[in-house]
T-cell receptor
Framework: DQQVKQNSPSLSVQEGRISILNCDYT??????FLWYKKYPAEGPTFLIS?????DKNEDGRFTVFLNKSAKHLSLHIVPSQPGDSAVYFC???????????FGQGTRLTINP | DAGVIQSPRHEVTEMGQEVTLRCKPI?????LFWYRQTMMRGLELLIY????????DSGMPEDRFSAKMPNASFSTLKIQPSEPRDSAVYFC????????????FGPGTRLTVL
């Protein structure tokens, strides 16, 4: 039972345009959400996070939006750069818990 | 800081053989996590430790999998006997207590069971 779902296995975007990666979750007990980025042959690295008490968090070119009623979050990258080409994982954490539940990942390719 | 270290980086073995994956977490980190990455299910948590004690092993797929953390600087994940469906990339991650955002991942071990 996949509690965190990334329904798009891949996404291709033109350099300079906006990349939007989506993530859906099923459990309303999640209170913290994270995005990780993974390059080939490397481990995932933390990118940005958002608490359930917020609906938006920004860090430079990266913005995460949370829609609690729809149980949906998205990561916006503006403008997209070739170095953003990677696999992006959405993750969620239960209140008070230590472990993260990850999605399947979305492979983002930025075309020059 | 050397980061999380995993060995081997690649492992190819035959079905039925024992496989041992190793992890050295970042010094001073209290939590250690073992994950498995597959195309279908993404990153799945197998087990995690707090101060060398296993806290949640509900993600361990079956009795063929076992994990230990004999001290703060070393952990192993063992599969015995291995099966082709165990083929995946296995990641180890560590985190300092209180740092809720940041789990630091190792580079992973790519396991292929023939």
């Amino acid at each position: 039972d996949q509690q965190v779902k990334q329904n798009s296995p891949s996404l291709s975007v033109q350099e300079g345009r906006i990349s939007i990666l989506n993530c859906d979750y099923t459990n309303s007990m999640f209170d913290y959400f994270l995005w990780y980025k993974k390059y080939p042959a490397e481990g995932p690295t933390f990118l940005i996070s958002i608490s359930s008490i917020k609906d938006k968090n920004e860090d430079g070119r990266f913005t995460v939006f949370l829609n609690k009623s729809a149980k949906h979050l998205s990561l916006h990258i503006v403008p997209s750069q070739p170095g953003d080409s990677a696999v992006y994982f959405c993750a969620a954490r239960y209140q008070g818990a230590q472990k993260l539940v990850f999605g399947q990942g979305t492979r983002l390719t930025i075309n020059p | 800081d050397a980061g999380v270290i995993q060995s081997p980086r690649h492992e190819v073995t035959e079905m039925g053989q024992e496989v041992t994956l190793r992890c050295k977490p970042i010094s001073g980190h209290d939590y250690l996590f073992w994950y498995r990455q597959t195309m279908m299910r993404g990153l799945e948590l197998l087990i995690y430790f707090n101060n060398n004690v296993p806290i949640d092993d509900s993600g361990m797929p079956e009795d063929r999998f076992s994990a230990k953390m004999p001290n703060a600087s070393f952990s192993t994940l063992k599969i015995q006997p291995s099966e082709p469906r165990d083929s995946a990339v296995y990641f180890c991650a560590s985190r300092r207590r209180g740092a809720r955002d940041t789990q630091y991942f190792g580079p992973g071990t790519r396991l292929t069971v023939l």
